[in-house]
């Protein structure tokens, strides 16, 4: 089943991070991406997205939103 999201961009603006745009996009699958820390490696769940020309995204969950309900199985 494809399944539309809306995905928000965000850019760190004085210290904070702003949303600045928006895109639709497709949602593939949820993935997962690390981010380096002095006590090792931070794990973080993503959405795995394919944008209007083709390319595709690992994007953190929090800038995705579904624009449907899935169906009952």
Do not use: W
């Amino acid at each position: 089943m494809i399944r539309k999201v809306m995905v928000s961009v965000y850019e760190c603006e004085n210290g904070r991070n702003v949303l600045t745009g928006q895109y639709e996009a497709i949602f593939h699958q949820f993935g997962t991406n690390y981010e380096e820390f002095e006590g090792g490696a931070g794990n973080f769940t993503t959405a795995i997205i394919e944008r209007q020309d083709g390319t595709i995204g690992n994007i953190p969950v929090e800038h995705i939103r579904f624009f449907d309900k899935p169906e009952c199985g």
